[in-house]
């Protein structure tokens, strides 16, 4: 039931102004509580208001209430940790004065709270390093709960409280798991502590953990009696036996531990204590032992556990053989206590002269100063069982006849009645009876045969046949003919003759009479009354109406409730029959117009079945929930019904159908997602029409009950196997909707058949691969005209993995054909479920593959978005996705390309992949895009050799130039910042498996033939926008290294024109060691090479002078040939210069002026 909705602002301001401590307020606490169990969300503000008031008050009814309410909202309730932290934090201070409240119920409720408290507020504080009075608080409480323990006037609830307490104490204070991915979110322990923590002593700690284990193992080993106060209190063994298990299995370290101390442990402690105390605390051990041993951290001690098992068997039961002969023993000495003492003196009489009647008067009235309800029921049981060992079988079966025939014989008969006769009992004629000697036979006995009590028909059990439905049958035996009927009633009267006899063939007074007076050979029944149609559907529905009202009552057993609902439907359903013979017919007309014929009579049937079917139908609709067994007991019937009348009749109008939709459709109006009971009634059905298929259908789109459609469909496949077509059909169809709830519902309904359940897993598989080839390109038209007449459409013409237009699956949420260019949701609509089965069935990866290769190339690109998923749920060590890689089929390239960019997206890829790709390219030409997810995975020999092949990828566009920019950042180490300012003996990082930057630079022009001078200059492009690695001291680094070569690369030059461009603090360095080494070196020679010299001297002139000065005359005047713009520059640059006139006077003969005149005196 739920709880109630109240204000809980209103409702607390109500019981705080009703008068203290009345029903009146408890009632109102009452029912605040249990909303606020169900809406737990104004309990901390409730509690930290209320907790202030009642910290220092004496007992009351809402002290009570509030602590309780606090103990629920701690450790109890659904809040959060987050929350149940922070109303720790809060109450903490309260319940630490709590702990010296005079109240012994008080106080163990406040420790049950601290039980909480304790590991949340210390994981709280373990990442908290600011609370350190918070600490304090909580570590004194922890201290006075702990003192509890042995305190000697601690109450005995109290004291079991704070067992627990320490159990959780140890569990907080030792060391769990270390593995941070197995640990327990729920079990905070010293673990979650740094070793610095300011103020919480972590090793501290841990040691007073290992003492408190150590106490409480001895406590329980050595028993309690050497604390007196707390001696022979099973109570306590039980709460230290509960902490154990937990320690078990939170500490596997502390297992071998206990086990030993469980497996040595004897109830010596335990002497003095009742034998059911002493068997308790020995079935708490056995109990523990096994869920020990069950658990995984006991397995290794299996056989340990197993000896103490046997071992302790053995002694309960020598232990319950010992307390069996003290209670007899006790019992023997009471029964000699209460003998009288002259009878013991007397000489022991006549063993056969009877006196049982005086020993039994003496025994009676000692026993009946006896209490026997005081007693326990185990001392009873084993007094009744000595008492009838005390007796040898031959006396114990004399004495219970003799019993019976004293009880016989002063019982009264009861009178049997007649019509008009009454019957008295006579007085028993026969003597006293009295027990026979134990020594002697006894007699035996003519049993008296009991008359039959009346039984109620709808208290009986019914077997299935007798509710079979069997109507001829019925009425054969009930149309017999007068020998059966005399037969019967002849019978009947020699068994009541018989049981009446008493005696020696005496009859009670006028029984014989009575008897002779039945006589039923003649006797015929009256015929039936005629009703009219108003009085036949009264009497129905007034049957009908008791039934159900005192239905109830009947239904207390099940074959009760079958028996009741069985009447009820059959009356609806087969009282009333069509009339059939003609006389019948002709009878109906007279009371109608002549105009109306058989079809009125028929309608007039049929008017009169669907009145009581709808009774019937609207008193099960009125409470579907706890009728939904009549209704399918109902619809049972009616399908059977329908069988039998249509077989006879061909015009019956059939019932089941019509009514299973009036249900149906009454009952879907207000259907609950998480309603169960419409899903059973479906399964109990005879037959399910097509137009329920549909409803599922319906509900399995309908977001809000889906659940009830799916759960329905689901069972008709697993448990129907006549429905096992149609409504897996429904299921395999809706994982082609357009709407992905829906899709995915029936995705995962199917997915749990397979690939174990036949015959739906062949089935589905079947389906999802039709889906599958839908995706793949029809063959052209011109193809299709070639092929000869004879054999078009047959599976021979077709392409590999491809179905006739015919066999490609349809449902009713697809198109009819593929719309090109193909979207997202189309294509995952064909796609979704087999790639959910492929993690279940891997050999699809290799139909995916197949088909991939024959599809178009818009539904190409969309597989390889939507394919993600799968490849991370199989994994980069998917034994059969690898074998698919290394001999995927032609035309799957770029999925095969897909699938590995997948691993390396989210992390490195593995060992094994990067031999497969490596492996893949140089056996099988693959492009150059397999190698870029692996490439940071190479050695430099693999990388030199691969990367002309990823850099020849350029080609002016922007997707390639991000590829490559990726490759160059993930094969090359960041230079420090130090690099060329300072001497460093620092290592680089990864040198083995990386590149230098001026490494990269150096390799680009080294290859540049191999990779093609457009995209090595797109690569060293590349390079100089990386401008956070290639600096200018990196740069200079490349042109020292390259001009150093024996063969200059064709775009050196160009490089060092684009670098002195981007760093102007590399002019002085090209213009004094680079120009002039590259003189040394002809640069003349070699055609673009010149070209480019000319060129940088441009750029960086005039600081380019003074080496241009050192070319040869030839070059130095084919120079300024092409660059006339450097003579006015270098002229005057020698000008200034002023050396030697001869050689100024040539170098200003190729720049085009004479020397200058020297003026004469006059001048």
């Known amino acids: 039931m739920a709880a109630p909705v109240v204000d809980p602002l209103q409702s607390l301001s109500a019981a705080l102004a009703a008068p203290p401590d009345s029903k009146e307020q408890a009632d109102l606490l009452t029912t605040l509580r249990e909303s606020l169990e169900a809406r737990p969300q ?86 908290n390093r600011n609370y350190r009075q918070q600490w304090d608080v909580l570590n004194n409480a922890k201290s006075r709960v702990l003192e509890m323990v042995y305190a000697q006037h601690t109450p005995a609830s109290a004291r079991i409280a704070a067992i627990k307490f320490m159990q959780r104490v140890i569990l907080v204070q030792t060391r769990g798991v270390t593995d941070p991915r197995l640990q327990n979110k729920n079990d905070p322990n010293l673990s979650l502590c740094p ?187 084993d007094l009744v069982v000595a008492n009838l060992q005390a007796f040898t079988e031959p006396a114990l079966l004399a004495l219970i006849q003799a019993y019976r ?20 009992a006579p007085t028993p004629i026969a003597p006293p009876v009295k027990l026979p000697e134990i020594d002697h036979e006894p007699t035996p006995e003519v049993e008296v045969a009991p008359i039959k009590e009346p039984v109620d028909p709808l208290k009986m059990d019914i077997d299935e046949v007798d509710l079979e439905y069997e109507p001829d049958r019925l009425n054969q035996e009930l149309s017999g003919d007068g020998e059966m009927i005399a037969a019967v009633g002849e019978g009947a009267g020699a068994t009541i003759q018989q049981n009446i006899a008493l005696g020696d063939g005496e009859v009670i007074g006028g029984a014989a009479g009575v008897g002779g007076g039945l006589q039923m050979v003649d006797f ?56 059939v013979d003609e006389a019948t017919i002709e009878a109906e007309k007279e009371k109608m117009d002549e105009s109306e014929g058989k079809g009125l ?26 009728r939904v067994r009549l209704a399918t007991v109902w619809m049972n019937e009616e399908w059977y019904n329908d069988r039998v009348r249509s077989g006879t ?131 052209p038209n011109t193809e299709r005209m070639d092929v000869d007449t004879g054999t078009t459409g047959t599976e021979d013409n077709m392409e590999d993995g491809q179905l006739p237009t015919e066999a490609l699956i349809k449902t009713p949420y697809l198109s009819s054909t593929l719309q090109l260019p193909a979207e997202r949701s189309q294509v995952l609509q064909h796609v979704e479920l087999m790639f959910a089965l492929t993690v279940k069935v891997p050999e699809f990866l290799d139909e995916i593959f197949a088909a991939y290769g024959q599809m178009h190339i818009s539904v190409q690109e969309q597989i390889q978005g939507l394919i993600s998923p799968l490849v991370r749920a199989l994994g980069s060590s998917h034994g059969r996705l690898l074998t ?42 693959l492009d150059a895009h397999f190698l870029i997810p692996i490439i940071a995975e190479m050695d430099k020999a693999d990388i030199l050799r691969h990367l002309p092949r990823i850099v020849s990828m350029l080609n002016g566009t922007p997707e390639p130039n991000k590829v490559v920019r990726s490759v160059f950042s993930s094969i090359v180490t960041t230079p420090p910042q130090s690099f060329g300012t300072i001497t460093s003996n620092v290592p680089r990082v990864r040198q083995s498996e990386l590149f230098t930057p001026a490494e990269l630079m150096v390799v680009l022009h080294e290859k540049e033939k191999e990779i093609g001078l457009k995209s090595t200059i797109e690569a060293i492009g590349i390079c100089f926008s990386m401008a956070d690695i290639y600096r200018s001291e990196i740069l200079a680094v490349v042109m020292q290294q390259i001009v150093d070569e024996p063969v200059l690369p064709t775009l050196f030059l160009r490089t060092v024109i684009q670098a002195v461009k981007m760093y102007k603090s590399l002019v002085g360095f090209v213009s004094t060691t680079l120009l002039s080494r590259l003189i040394t070196k002809k640069i003349w020679m070699n055609g673009p090479l010149w070209e480019g010299f000319i060129v940088c001297a441009k750029v960086i002139a005039p600081a380019s002078f003074g080496a241009l000065l050192q070319l040869p005359k030839e070059q130095l005047k084919d120079l300024v040939e092409k660059q006339p713009g450097l003579k006015s520059g270098l002229r005057d640059y020698v000008v200034k210069k002023a050396g030697n006139k001869a050689r100024t006077a040539g170098y200003l003969d190729i720049f085009g002026e004479d020397e200058p005149q020297d003026p004469g005196p006059g001048g």
């Not at 069985?566 to 009356?571: E, N, S, W």
């Not at 669907?610 to 706890?626: A, G, I, K, N, W």
């Not at 770029?894 to 893949?920: M, N, Y």
């Open 601 to 626: 009579v028929d309608l007039n049937f049929y008017g009169r079945q669907d009145r009581m079917r709808q009774t019937l139908c609207t008193y099960v609709m009125d409470d579907f929930h706890s």
């Open 42 to 127: 104004p309990i901390p503000i409730l509690c930290t208001t209320l907790l202030k008031n009642v910290t220092g008050a004496n007992d009351s009814l809402l002290k009570r209430w509030v602590l309780d309410l606090l103990h629920f909202a701690i450790c109890r309730s659904p809040l959060s940790m987050e929350v149940r932290t922070n109303l720790s934090a809060q109450s903490l201070e309260a319940l630490a004065m709590l702990l010296h409240d005079h109240n012994a119920q008080t106080v163990k409720t406040v420790i049950g709270c601290f039980g909480t408290i304790y590991p949340l507020l210390f994981r709280s504080l373990c990442s």
């Open 649 to 779: 009749d061909p015009n019956w109008r059939p019932n089941y159908d019509i009514w299973l939709n009036q249900i149906v459709a009454a009952f879907q109006t207000h259907l609950d997602a998480k309603d169960r009971a419409f899903s059973k009634f479906l399964l109990d059905l005879p037959a399910v029409p097509t137009d329920i298929m549909s409803l599922l259908r319906d509900l399995c789109v309908d977001e809000e009950r889906m659940s009830a459609g799916f759960s329905t469909l689901r069972e008709f496949v697993s448990s129907r196997p006549t429905l096992r077509h149609e409504a897996l059909r429904v299921l395999l169809e809706l994982t082609t909707h357009e709407e992905k709830i829906t899709r995915g519902a029936a995705i995962n309904t199917i997915k749990r058949w397979v690939p174990d359940m036949q015959p739906m897993d062949s089935l589905i598989r079947e389906f999802a691969l039709k889906l599958l080839r839908r995706l793949q390109s029809p063959r």
């Open 195 to 381: 070793p610095d923590h300011p103020f919480i002593p972590v090793q501290a700690l841990e040691a007073e953990g290992m003492k408190l284990l150590e106490a409480i193992i001895t406590l329980f080993a050595q028993g309690l009696g050497d604390l007196r106060f707390m001696a022979n209190n099973v109570d306590l063994l039980s709460a230290i036996l509960n902490s154990m298990g937990n320690l078990v299995k939170l500490r596997p370290a502390f297992a071998n531990w206990i086990v030993l101390t469980l497996s040595k442990w004897t109830p010596a402690s335990l002497a003095g204590l009742p034998a059911s105390n002493i068997r308790s605390v020995e079935k708490a051990v056995r109990i523990l032992l096994y869920n020990i041993s069950r658990h995984p951290n006991g397995q290794p001690f299996a056989s340990q556990i197993h000896d103490a098992i046997a071992l302790q068997n053995a002694r309960m039961e020598k232990a319950a053989a010992d307390e069996k002969a003290r209670k007899f023993a006790l019992q023997e000495s009471n029964r000699k206590r209460q003998q009288p003492p002259s009878s013991l003196s007397e000489e022991p009489s006549d063993p056969k002269r009877p006196k049982l009647e005086h020993e039994n008067d003496a025994t009676t009235s000692f026993l009946a100063t006896v209490d026997f309800t005081q007693l326990p029921a185990s001392l009873i049981t």
């Open 524 to 579: 015929k029944l009256p015929p039936p009354r005629e009703f009219s149609e108003e009085d036949r559907d009264l009497l129905i529905r007034e049957s009908v109406t008791r039934i159900w009202t005192c239905g109830s009552d009947f239904a207390e057993s099940a074959s009760s409730a079958d028996l009741w609902m069985l009447l009820m439907v059959r009356l609806v359903t087969r009282l009333v029959e069509p009339p």
């Open 884 to 925: 698919l890689l290394r001999t995927f089929p032609n035309g799957s390239e770029s999925l095969a390309l897909r699938i590995v960019t997948i691993f390396t997206d989210s992390g490195r890829p593995s060992t094994q992949l990067v031999t497969l790709v490596k492996a893949l390219v140089s056996e099988r030409d």
């Open 405 to 424: 025939q004293s009880q016989a014989a002063s019982a009264p008969v009861t009178a049997v009645a007649g019509p008009s006769t009454e019957i008295k």
